[in-house]
């Protein structure tokens, strides 16, 4: 009996550690954009945007999540004040589509540029983070976890913070706001919202990645489908916060049926929702790649920054 009282008492402080530390900054250090990366913005960008880029602070962060150390990264303005953010969900999985000098400067760099601070999660096992990724399931906490880990940046105000996500960082995104109601906006770009149709119509992806990083995938695949599947539990997603949902129309990745799907749920649902259709775009949207930034900027703008209140979502009008 004592010995299972003591095991129980270890297990209790192990825990208490492991929750008291999730989101603690064990290393934070500034990195220098490449010279390649330096010069690729500026090729893509107007001077004026391209200066504002390359005069951030870059930092590549080692927090805690769940008792793993994960790999973050951070872009700040270098002036002080009080800024927005945003909490930045990448796609792919693995080593496909994770951070990376061209996409932090390019991406997140964008981001910061409007004067905000990002904050983007590589999620557990890579980049040198420990732990495995389970192509959402357990690597939630890492974008979660990165609430606190705003907390302690001094020019960050966590009374405003956004979510954004693409692809397989859009179901992120949904996860996200299934957790939580202290985001003031969401932008989701051809976000998975039912993982059923994409393994339909993809099954390489049942093959490649489902079916190796989510865990016991076969003996349990309906539920394991319908948990990454925003469709099913729309009704959770905390109604507080606004979401612009934009897709492509030929997007192949990320079939636009599943964010049409969703937005006939958030509807049904009444939950504050923009969404944007673009005509013959692709999985990023690159045909209109300046008019989807906008719209995002806008987004978080009026919501995050600007702290505007939410519309009246009962009918109304003449």
Sequence with gaps: MKNLILTFLIFGLTFSVYS?????????????????VVADIKETFDRETADKILNLKYCRITYS????KV???????????SYPCIISNRGGNRDFGKWNPISIGRFLGRLASWDYIVIAS?????DSGEGIEEFGGEEIDDVLNL??????????DTSRIGIEGTSRGGMMTYLALKKTCIFKAAVVTAGMANAFNNVSSRPEMEKNVFSELVPNYWANKETNLKERSAVFWADKL????????MHGSSDWRVLPTESLELV??????????????????DHGITEFRNDRFAEMKKHFD?????????????????
Excluded: W
Aim: aromatic share 10%; net charge positive; hydrophobic share 25%.
């Design 20 to 36: 008291q530390t999730d989101g603690k900054i064990i290393e934070k250090r500034e990195f220098i954009l490449p010279d390649s």
């Design 147 to 156: 609430i606190p880990v705003l907390g302690q940046i001094p020019n960050a």
């Design 264 to 281: 006939n749920k958030l509807y049904q649902y009444r939950h504050p929702t923009r969404f944007i259709l673009y005509e013959g775009a």
């Design 238 to 245: 905390c109604d507080k916060t606004p979401i612009l949902i």
């Design 302 to 318: 009026y919501y995050v920054r600007d702290n505007k209140t939410l519309p009246n979502m009962e009918p109304h009008g003449r």
């Design 65 to 68: 999540s769940d008792g793993l």
């Design 71 to 81: 790999t973050a990264y951070s872009v700040e303005p270098r002036e002080n004040g």
């Design 122 to 126: 590589q999620y557990r096992g890579n």
